[in-house]
């Protein structure tokens, strides 16, 4: 079965950083968009950055100059490198996994990793 295993979250102090990883198996990983997405309590959940297959990556303003994705497809991994954190990076970051063939629409989610940045 298709699973995405999310690593690396945690606790830092403001201007730290942080690498999250997420590992998948049962894709044909290659083929799929990849995303991060976060939520913070009490506030939806929203996409962070995603990258295409091709390694086209975009980002949210937010995080724009801070959060570096990437991806290795013959690890089948996807990576968030987080530098200068700040408290309002404080959520839970979901690993998400997403392709269309023939009209039919696949879409995988993480558990989750906690994030947590404070002094």
């Known amino acids: 079965q298709v699973q995405l295993v999310e690593s690396g979250g945690g606790w830092v102090q403001p201007g730290g950083s942080l690498r999250l990883s997420c590992a998948a198996s049962?894709?044909?990983?290659?083929?799929?968009?990849m995303g991060w997405y976060r939520q913070a309590p009490g506030k939806q959940r929203e996409l962070i950055a995603g990258i295409t297959s091709g390694d086209s990556a975009n980002y949210v303003d937010s995080v724009k100059g801070r959060f570096t994705i990437s991806r290795d497809n013959a690890k089948n991994t996807m990576y968030l490198q987080m530098n200068n954190l700040k408290p309002e990076d404080t959520a839970v970051y979901y690993c998400?996994?997403?392709?269309?063939?023939?009209?039919?629409?696949?879409?995988?989610w993480g558990q989750g990793t906690q994030v947590t940045v404070s002094s």
């Open positions: 998400n996994a997403e392709r269309q063939r023939f009209g039919v629409r696949y879409n995988y």
């Open positions: 049962g894709i044909i990983f290659s083929s799929y968009l």
